[in-house]
């Protein structure tokens, strides 16, 4: 989540300007979607709502300082089929910074970190920036208060992130987790280049180079994810940190919401404009099924994001107009592109297409995007402009047709059964 603070009011009304939706980071939170595991325990999220911030220089100095204390969860429990398997962790380790089981060790935070300052504060908890006192390493401290959070789901979300964090694309978590009197902890990489959210120009959006360089380390994280049947389920701009300039390093994080693929979790808020129809169509506590086609869909509204610098929806709904126009031209109901999608290539709308199918299971796997990466993807204003007048509905080219030939005596209606009588025969003849 972002390092900004989540404002806890009443969703608001979003302003529509030149027929998009612009980015806006603080109306984002506001309709951020919590899904729960389903179960007799009534799970509830261990998550907050920040977003820490790791820096290149200080990745290496914290992987020299992981010493033998520091050991990788036993990776048997991500390979079991139950969650509650997920949630348990056994750590062999005794050191006073690793202790990841059930009985975490107690400590006093300031007696072992130096506390600069906050990097986020949410309703579940906040990230500050810290720096070990025996190592001098500056890290993110993730903090859920007790209050607020069960020690299982703590440990899911530091398991999960631990586990996944050997991938170059993902953000590295060490193992270190402790509690206090008042909170859980794990520590992170810090990073002060900040999130994704920060590097899109609202309205305008990043150049193509440097959305294909991200949309290529995203997608690589999410391949490994799914590989391993985990499902990020929040994946957006403001979960993607920027570790360098050029964006040749990104790294996905906040592993909150994360599930193993085909679970059954429950419905405890709203939807925000990565969140896929079927998730938004679902009423509040309905149970959902998670799955893969979860993140292709938000891979696919953030690379939407990316290139304009707008969402493409308030929400994945029906009732939502410009979400309706993309529908109808996703389903073929007509050939005549929305405006706000003119702007692409025929060979990025196929990809948008696959990725952004209505249905989870047809959705192409997130690998599907390094098939279209050597093609262009934005048109030229005169490719555009040609583009728009060439398009209109279906129904209109249809009706036009018919009018014409039935001008010059020829009738184009064709008896269904009749039609279907014929093609019947024809492939018996063959």
Not at 12 to 38: A, C, F, H
Not at 156 to 184: G, M
Request: hydrophobic letters at 35%; proline letters at 5%.
């Amino acid at each position: 989540m972002s390092h900004k603070q989540e404002m806890d009011v009443p969703r608001q009304t979003v302003s529509l300007e030149g027929g998009r939706l612009p980015l806006k980071q603080d109306w984002t939170y506001q309709q951020k979607i919590n899904l729960v595991l389903e179960s007799e325990q009534s799970v509830q999220p261990a998550k907050t709502d920040m977003v820490i911030q790791p820096s290149p220089e200080d990745s290496a100095n914290q992987e020299n300082n992981a010493n033998t204390n520091f050991l990788r969860p036993n990776s048997a429990i991500f390979n079991s089929e139950s969650e509650e398997d997920l949630a348990s962790l056994r750590s062999k380790s005794r050191s006073p910074r690793c202790s990841t089981s059930e009985n975490l060790q107690m400590l006093n935070l300031k007696d072992h970190y130096e506390i600069a300052r906050d990097l986020g504060r949410g309703t579940y908890g906040k990230v500050v920036q810290a720096t070990c006192k025996e190592t001098g390493t500056k890290i993110a401290l993730k903090i859920l208060p007790k209050s607020s959070t069960k020690l299982r789901d703590f440990q899911r979300e530091f398991n999960v992130s631990y586990y996944l964090s050997p991938h170059a694309s993902i953000v590295d978590s060490y193992n270190v987790a402790f509690e206090t009197r008042a909170s859980y902890v794990f520590a992170m990489e810090y990073a002060p280049m900040g999130d994704l959210f920060d590097s899109i120009p609202p309205q305008v959006g990043m150049c193509e180079a440097d959305t294909k360089t991200v949309l290529k380390q995203v997608s690589s994280a999410l391949e490994f994810m799914h590989s391993k049947k985990l499902v990020h389920r929040d994946v957006k701009p403001e979960n993607i940190l920027v570790m360098a300039p050029d964006f040749s390093r990104v790294k996905l994080m906040d592993f909150g919401m994360t599930r193993r693929d085909s679970a059954m979790v429950r419905k405890t808020n709203g939807s925000i404009p990565y969140t896929p129809p079927e998730i938004c169509e679902a009423v509040r506590n309905e149970s959902i099924l998670v799955t893969s086609g979860a993140d292709v869909w938000a891979m696919g509204v953030l690379l939407f994001c990316m290139l304009t610098g707008n969402f493409p929806w308030e929400n994945a709904d029906i009732g939502d107009i410009y979400f309706k126009e993309f529908i109808l031209w996703q389903r073929r109901k007509t050939t005549k592109i929305p405006s706000q999608w003119r702007k692409f290539s025929p060979r990025l709308m196929k990809f948008f297409r696959k990725t952004l199918d209505i249905k989870p299971n047809r959705r192409s796997p997130v690998k599907e995007i390094s098939k279209y990466m050597n093609d262009s993807w934005i048109l030229r204003p005169s490719d555009i402009s040609e583009h728009e007048s060439d398009s209109g509905t279906e129904a209109e080219q249809v009706d036009h047709l018919s009018i014409m030939l039935r001008d010059h005596g020829i009738e184009t209606k064709v008896d269904k059964r009749v039609r279907d009588r014929r093609i019947s025969e024809w492939l018996l003849s063959l």
